[in-house]
């Protein structure tokens, strides 16, 4: 295992994304997954097909349906991967291997691209949508929507020439030879799929002035039945991925009149999108990239001040006002640093796997309890270790220091995923599970 990059669950087991060996000299690695035993910690399968461009997305857990020969269609639970291309494994079984294949190579239930697609993938009902957030040589830039049988249902703020006779652009409607989102942050609510978006497009030969770009950077919302828009896109840098509940959208958004200055702004989701509240930052507070946590009637973040600690800020969810504060002793890295724009350079970090971008520190623990009272609280991971907060009064009730482990390699912990009662964080090297007391 080269590095081990997140991990998500479920009653039947937990899967493991993880950064295998590159197919060449100069890739960025393997997108491979492992099933692991939720009772003994063992691999149950794992699936490490040579690639070469991997970026350490999230996978996501998916229904589908798998033609068994004859029409004859099977439902089935697998893992979607959305790295160097779209691989569906069987969750129950792993990968297949043909015995008339020389080399062995691990096949998924379902390949919907061979190579170059990047991004985040979230299940709606019954369909799996996929954002491929940068046009390379691969599937176009766009949200894709697929039905159970791996059909294209709709396909959204698309750009490339991937289909065309050739590849070759339509010029100079397609004259933009790259074509990234950097950003590539998605949310879903109500029937509706809102997409966060950062795009750079450039072009590098047969340009032609003032041709405008296909898409503005902001804040786009589609009906996820027909794909059409809920209302016009909101222009807007944001400066951190988005959170939604209850017709709101939260995000850290650029102040348009300060430089470099961020304020927490709730958009109207199930109106127009426009700004029901705004909250500007501390001067002294460095913002990172991960959505605002809800839970417990709040909105909360991590920044640093200008001491270099820890500060969890946390509003009211509904009409922000005035922010609680405090400082989290003893927890520093809590704040998911910027990484730089661009995602195809920036994978060496604290964080210790590709696409910082993606890593979060915080999840919310809404079913937790004193006793019989109910006591919200936040999971957090730091350069330290673990920390329970409770959400009502951000005071820290409970830490566990890395260093309790016995390893001493591996570097810090990251990405809490909480899933029937049990903790799950990653490190670089080893995957960890806490159960609930």
């Known amino acids: 295992m080269k590095t081990v990059e997140r991990a998500v669950a479920d009653q039947d087991g937990v899967y493991l994304a993880w950064n295998s060996n590159s197919n060449h000299s100069n890739g960025r690695g393997t997108p491979a997954i492992d099933r692991v035993s939720r009772e003994t910690g063992t691999r149950v399968w794992m699936a490490d097909r040579p690639l070469n461009d991997n970026h350490g997305n999230w996978p996501t857990i998916w229904t589908y349906e798998c033609c068994e020969g004859f029409s004859v269609w099977e439902t089935r639970q697998g893992i979607a991967r959305n790295d160097d291309g779209i691989r569906v494994w069987n969750k129950a079984t792993g990968p297949r291997f043909y015995p008339t294949d020389p080399e062995q190579i691990p096949r998924p239930d379902w390949e919907l691209a061979s190579n170059d697609s990047w991004g985040e993938s979230l299940v709606i009902g019954n369909n799996l949508w996929i954002y491929n957030e940068f046009a390379l040589h691969g599937p176009d830039l766009g949200l894709t929507a697929r039905g159970q049988r791996g059909q294209v249902l709709l396909r959204l703020n698309n750009y490339g020439y991937y289909d065309n006779p ?17 950003l590539g942050s998605l949310a879903s609510d109500n029937g509706y799929i809102y997409l966060g978006a950062d795009y750079q497009f450039t072009c590098a030969s047969n340009c032609q002035a003032g041709q ?67 909250s500007e930052l501390m001067d002294d507070s460095s913002t990172g990239w991960q959505a605002p946590v809800l839970a417990g009637g709040r909105v909360i973040i991590a920044t640093i001040n200008g001491f270099g600690q820890t500060v969890l800020r946390s509003w009211d969810a509904i009409s922000l006002g005035t922010p609680m504060s405090q400082v989290l002793p003893n927890a520093t890295g809590v704040r998911v640093d910027y990484y730089g724009t661009d995602r195809l350079t920036s994978y060496n970090n604290t964080f210790g796997a590709n696409a910082a971008r993606v890593t979060t520190t915080m999840v919310a623990a809404v079913g937790s309890k004193n006793g019989a009272t109910s006591v919200p609280t936040l999971v957090i991971t730091s350069n330290e270790g673990l920390h329970v907060v409770q959400i009502s009064t951000l005071q820290e009730l409970w830490r566990y220091n890395k260093s309790e482990t016995g390893f001493t390699d591996g570097g810090r912990f990251r990405d809490p995923v909480i899933v029937n009662n049990r903790l799950y964080v990653v490190d670089n090297l080893r995957l960890y599970a806490f159960e609930a007391p």
């Open 166 to 182: 050739n590849h070759t652009p339509n010029l100079p409607e397609e004259q933009w030879n790259y074509a990234e989102d950097r």
């Open 212 to 278: 405008p770009k296909p898409f503005k950077n902001g804040i786009y919302a589609w009906n996820v039945t027909d794909g059409t828009p809920r209302w016009p896109m909101q222009e807007t840098t944001l400066w951190s991925r988005l959170s939604i509940a209850a017709n709101r959208l939260y995000a850290l958004e650029k102040d348009p009149v300060t430089p470099f200055k961020a304020r927490l702004v709730i958009r109207n989701a199930g109106f127009n999108g426009s700004i029901l509240a705004s």
